[in-house]
């Protein structure tokens, strides 16, 4: 079975471009996360969707960020315009349930560079 | 303050050696428990979950102090292979997204 993959796995992009990261979480996972990590600090959370809905999005950190997952399958995570604190490793997640009986499996992450 | 809290290292230790990690956490209303691998420049991977008893995965020992907020794991007869960050993991009751801590790197010598 195919894990989480993440795509681009690298992105090197300049202060106030966008860009768009995509996840692909294992099939018949509902919940799925987004998560990153910047240099030096903890990973921390973003954001949540159970299917198509944002049930979480309390990590989001402004409004330059955008989360999607149209039709509950993929999901995107848009920065624009991005800034150079942006820069780090994000991770997405999924999981088939909620709750400690259900594992989340994470994606080797999409490492973005902001210059 | 930190959600979760750990050493972060490096902890450098022969083959063979048993190493110890722990890490604690801030909030009284953690209800769950878990120590992820993750190796360098990849996803990290659940190693265990911890619970209240403690428990044990072969070479690894987790225990738990709900009193003292404090988690801890145990690696024993280390191999090369165990060589990675390990992270300490929380999750609130009622939520479902996962609390880090930064991280503690093991290197294990041959």
């Known amino acids: 079975e195919a894990g989480v993959t993440q795509f681009p796995s690298h992105s090197v992009i300049e202060k106030g471009q966008t860009v768009t990261l995509r996840c692909d979480p294992i099939s018949g996972h509902d919940n799925l996360y987004w998560y990153r990590r910047v240099m030096g600090k903890e990973i921390k959370f973003l954001l949540h969707?159970?299917?198509?809905?944002?049930?979480?999005e309390s990590g989001m950190p402004n409004n330059r960020f955008l989360a999607e997952r149209t039709g509950g399958t993929y999901s995107t995570l848009k920065v624009q315009p991005a800034e150079l604190e942006d820069s780090g490793v994000y991770f997405c997640?999924?999981?088939?349930?909620?709750?400690?009986?259900?594992?989340?499996?994470f994606g080797p992450g999409t490492r973005l560079t902001v210059t | 303050r930190k959600e979760v809290e750990q050493d972060p290292g490096p902890f450098n230790v022969p083959e063979g050696a048993t190493v110890a990690f722990n890490c604690t956490y801030s909030n009284s209303a953690s209800q769950s428990f878990f120590w992820y691998r993750q190796d360098c420049r990849k996803e990290p991977k659940l190693l265990m979950s911890v619970y209240s008893s403690g428990n044990e995965d072969g070479r690894f020992t987790a225990q738990l102090n709900r009193a003292s907020q404090y988690i801890s794991l145990l690696i024993r007869d280390s191999k090369l292979s165990d060589s990675a960050t390990y992270l300490c993991v929380v999750r609130k009751g009622g939520a479902n997204n996962l609390f880090f801590g930064t991280g503690t790197r093991l290197t294990v010598i041959p």
């Open positions: 969707f159970v299917k198509e809905s944002k049930q979480d």
């Open positions: 997640a999924s999981s088939q349930g909620t709750g400690t009986a259900y594992e989340q499996y």
